[in-house]
């Protein structure tokens, strides 16, 4: 096996691994499974509730994708503009700090009395939680713009819009990506734990509702979904990125 095939079954091998360590260790200490569930009776659970599973998940995807697509575009929007303009930047992007170091859960009850129950809170939990790396990594594409690069530009006759637009915007491309795959994963976490809070559907309220029966294999099915749904979208997008960005990626392409 050579180098980029171990590269590339490296995160199964150890997933294999860690599954099996945890079997191991179920079975050797004979845990109950109302405190640790072993993977096997996560499985069995997970088949035997398949169709119940299979519909609170795909409440919980698609809310997650209406938040994360609102995430997008504020946060490409938001940061254009912080990244465009100096005064912007040292402007608006303190605030944005600040308002990310917020704990999002705590917004949830007040997005249920503005909104009530259902799907209103979680897609907007989702949004607020996963808008922050998106618009840092494009503002930071654009401000980093090398100022030689654009001075030579300027002198060709390019205008400040031109240079944004023709070669900052594909210049942050790379951190455009690289933030999608953050805020993607961050997005499952806002909409489930809205849905713990303010649903009666999705993961987030099977975990709530698994627990309080004290099924907890059925429980941590639950993560394992959300687990895997965030790593199938995080896979997308690192695909889309090496096919649209490759040359950003160079050095890796030669080894």
């Known amino acids: 096996m050579n180098k980029k095939s171990l590269e590339s079954w490296s995160p199964w091998i150890l997933l294999a691994l860690s599954i099996l360590i945890w079997e191991g ?4 200490f004979n845990v109950s499974e109302f405190i640790f569930p072993s993977p ?12 119940v599973i299979a519909g609170h998940a ?40 600040a308002f990310n170091a917020l704990p999002k859960a705590a917004f ?22 996963s808008f922050f790396p998106i618009m840092v990594n494009i503002a930071t594409g654009l401000a980093t713009l090398e100022p030689e690069l654009e001075d030579v530009l300027r002198v060709l006759g390019a205008k400040r819009w ?14 455009f990506y690289g933030s999608l795959k ?33 099924q ?21 997008f690192s695909y889309i990125e090496k096919h649209t960005t490759g040359w950003a990626h160079r050095g890796s392409q030669g080894e």
């Open 25 to 28: 260790l179920c079975r050797a």
């Open 40 to 51: 096997s009776r996560i499985a069995q659970q997970t088949i035997e509730y398949r169709d």
């Open 58 to 97: 795909w409440r919980t995807f698609w809310v997650t994708m209406v938040g994360f697509g609102i995430a997008i575009v504020v946060g490409v929007l938001l940061g254009f503009i912080i990244g465009s303009s100096r005064l912007a930047y040292a402007a608006v992007y303190p605030l944005m700090t």
């Open 108 to 129: 949830v009850p007040i997005l249920v009395v503005w909104f009530g129950i259902g799907i209103g809170p979680a897609i907007l939990t989702a949004f607020l939680i």
């Open 162 to 175: 031109d240079v944004l637009v023709k070669v900052g915007l594909p210049r942050s491309m790379p951190y």
């Open 182 to 214: 953050v805020a993607i994963t961050l997005a499952f976490v806002g909409t489930t734990v809205s849905e713990m809070t303010a649903s009666n559907e999705g993961i987030g309220y099977l975990l709530i509702s698994a627990g309080s029966a004290m």
């Open 216 to 236: 907890m294999g059925l429980a941590f099915s639950g993560l394992v979904v959300v687990g895997a749904m965030a790593m199938v979208m995080y896979e997308l």
